[in-house]
């Protein structure tokens, strides 16, 4: 029987140019979408046994074993380890089908018949997936190259309907990039690590499987939702030269928010939109070569890297102290445990019978995209860090940080859009202190403390930066102090009314600060005697200077008396005054 004729004929490259992209809506490369994605952990296949061990061996191995995954310069074994990360592309079709991609719509209702396996249909490249991988691939500084193909990758799974996954394990699209962690992701300031990217290759995405447990009437059984399967994604694969799970944390936070920045994959390990597999071994410090390398699969946040990772370490110091040796195996972490757990023998390339995919051509990828992209990329994680750092915002590092960190880095715009609002105001005066830092403070701390708070997540934000500008406008005019500017955003966070004004908070009420002059308001200083005269002893340790701090006992309760609108360095300047006279 002859081949098929898609395996014979003559197959016409993908090419891929700057002017063949432009007729890609712009605004389906940036758009934010939402993927709903659940990691169910695969059960655990029977495992071998470890050696046995005396209780004492294996108490010193524990010992030697105890933080070596955040430190290892004082063990003798040496830790190296490199991740592979899989994040779904900001692309609104599927990789090789025209079902749209989704995050909460009904179970198999966004599901082509490629997706299914439908037999005779066979892919079709959509040609806009390929752009947010390339801005991917530009952001890690990897070599674009010009010709890549596809495989199959051949295994059997329920979440994998065509029997093979299609990706590009031979020829990828892009390699040699690098990532460079330094002070501005959390490391000491003296520290630089430098980790290679290997290779960042295009693949699809499998189905989601969903596990529902036994009931009455129903035994336990595993249902699969095909909406995801078939969703562009890229893999990432580091070089294995990351020391430490604390190097391997900050690596992956640091990969998250450069897909996050380049949108090329908006959605994080908090929505599913990115999971992790980490490879972990251990060689005795000064021996060559590398250890046997053990694989912990789908990881879905940056604790589960840190903790598995050291776990891990800890596992294969003590098998090796107890003269076992370590064997190639994947394995699954078991969050509430602490532990991982042997799922099977680590495969290898022959056992997923890679081989080109016969009915997808090359993808020909031209000079001009590329440079096009580059030239249009957006600022990445330490620029936008170091501009947060500088004028005219001068936050601190740890602010910074955190500000592009949480959320998918939607507050640095919450911030900036607050910023710009509060400086096209007519009238508006910055005030003494700096104006960067207030909101700052009032985003990351007032207003995010009030929301963890109510366990309210950043994505139902109920104040709006129009209303946030609004109370910080008040405060800094003199309208409102702290404390009654305190008050206000609780209210906002409490009745989640983006239609309230600040202004009829303020009049409604009445939380307007009363004109004062310090120190020469008589009413002031006719309150303050009295709260003085009410507590005698208090009064007597300031003035005969054992207690001089219990000034600032009478300073709070001044303020509390006028119902706190009257501000602090006023109520202070009558507080001094009256205990120097």
């Given at each position: 029987?002859?081949?098929p004729?898609s395996?014979l004929?003559?197959?016409?490259p ?9 007729w890609?809506?712009?605004?389906c490369l940036?758009q934010s979408r939402r ?8 059960p655990?296949?029977?495992?071998t046994s470890?050696?046995?061990v005396?209780?004492k061996?294996?108490?010193s191995?524990?010992s ?9 310069s ?9 991740l592979?990360?899989?994040?779904q ?5 599927k ?7 989704s995050f ?5 209702s ?14 079709k490249l ?16 990897c070599?674009?190259n010009?010709?890549?193909a596809f495989d199959?990758?051949?295994?059997f799974?329920?979440d994998?309907?065509?029997g ?14 690098k990532i460079?962690?330094n002070?501005?992701?959390?490391l000491?300031?003296?520290e630089v690590?430098?980790i290679g990217i290997?290779q960042?290759?295009?693949e699809q995405d499998?189905?989601k499987?969903i596990f529902q ?5 129903t035994?336990?059984?595993?249902l699969v939702d ?8 890229v893999?990432?694969i580091?070089?294995?030269s990351l020391k430490s ?14 897909l996050r920045?380049s949108?090329a ?5 908090e929505?599913?939109?990115v ?14 070569g ?9 990881l879905?946040s940056v604790?589960?890297?840190q903790?598995s990772i ?7 110091i003590?098998v090796r102290?107890?003269?076992g040796?370590?064997?190639?195996e994947?394995?699954?972490?078991d969050?509430?445990?602490g532990?991982s757990r042997?799922?099977?023998s ?8 890679y081989?080109?995919d ?6 020909i ?6 440079n096009?992209?580059?030239?249009t ?14 004028e005219p ?19 640095v715009n919450?911030?900036k859009?607050?910023?710009?609002d ?6 508006f005066?910055?005030?003494s ?8 403070n009032w ?5 995010g403390g009030?929301?963890a ?6 994505l139902?934000?109920p ?5 946030m ?7 800094q ?5 702290a404390?009654?500017a305190k008050?206000?955003?609780d209210?906002?966070?409490t ?12 009049e409604?009420y009445d939380l307007a600060?009363?004109?004062?002059e310090?120190?020469?308001d ?5 309150l ?9 002893e ?8 054992k ?18 609108k ?6 202070k300047q009558?507080?001094e ?5």
């Open positions: 029987m002859p081949p004729t395996a004929r003559a197959r016409r993908f090419i891929l140019s700057q002017y063949r992209s432009q890609v809506c712009p605004s940036t993927l709903h994605t659940e990691v169910v952990q695969t655990s296949q029977s495992s470890p050696p046995q005396s209780a061996q294996a108490r191995a524990k030697t074993a105890k933080g070596a995954g955040k430190k290892n004082d063990s003798k074994w040496e830790v190296t380890v490199g592979e990360i899989h994040a592309l900001n692309a609104p079709r990789l090789f089908s025209y079902a749209a991609t909460n719509a009904p179970p198999n966004r599901v082509a018949p490629f997706d299914a396996s439908i037999p005779g249909i066979q892919p959509n040609i806009p997936t390929i752009v947010p991988a390339i801005r991917a691939a530009v952001a890690f500084d070599r674009i010009r010709r890549s199959r990758k051949h295994y799974y329920k994998q309907p065509n093979y996954q299609i990706t590009q394990f031979y020829h990828p699209f892009a390699s040699d990039g460079v962690l002070e501005l992701d959390g000491d300031p003296s690590v430098e290997k960042i290759q295009m499998t189905a499987s447990p036994s009931t009455e009437d035994p336990a059984r595993t095909l909406n995801r399967a078939g969703s562009a994604l893999e990432i580091t070089t294995p799970s604390k190097h391997a944390a900050a690596c992956l936070k640091k990969i998250q928010s450069i920045a949108t994959a908006i959605d994080g390990m929505k599913g939109g999971r992790c597999d980490v490879n972990v071994s251990i060689q005795e410090r000064g021996l060559p590398l250890g046997r390398r053990v694989e912990i699969k789908n879905n604790k589960a890297v903790e050291e776990a891990e370490i800890k596992r294969q003590v102290e107890s003269g040796e370590i064997e190639g994947t394995r699954g972490w969050a509430v445990k532990e042997k799922l099977r680590k495969e290898g390339e022959v056992d997923y019978r081989k080109p016969a009915e997808l051509p090359p993808l990828i031209e000079e001009s995209l590329v096009h992209i580059r030239s990329l957006p600022p990445l994680p330490d620029q936008i860090i170091s501009g947060l750092m500088n915002f001068a936050l601190t590092l740890k602010d910074a940080r955190t500000m592009i960190d949480l959320d998918d880095g939607e507050r919450y911030y859009a607050i910023y710009e509060l400086l096209a105001r007519e009238g005066k910055p005030g202190k700096h104006l960067g830092k207030l909101i700052g985003t990351l701390h007032e207003l009030r929301l708070a109510s366990f309210i997540a950043w139902d934000n104040v709006t930066t129009v209303q500008a609004d109370l910080l406008f008040n405060l005019s003199g309208t409102l102090t404390g009654n008050r206000v955003l209210h906002l966070v009745f989640n009314d983006s239609k309230i004004r600040v202004a009829e908070l303020i409604e600060s009363r004109s004062t310090g120190e020469d008589e009413g002031l200083i006719k303050a005697n009295h709260i003085i005269s009410e507590y005698p208090k009064a007597e340790q300031v003035r005969s200077g207690k001089p701090n219990l000034k600032n006992f009478f300073i709070g309760n001044l303020m509390k008396a006028t119902g706190g009257v501000d602090v360095q006023a109520c009558v507080i005054k009256l205990f120097s006279a």
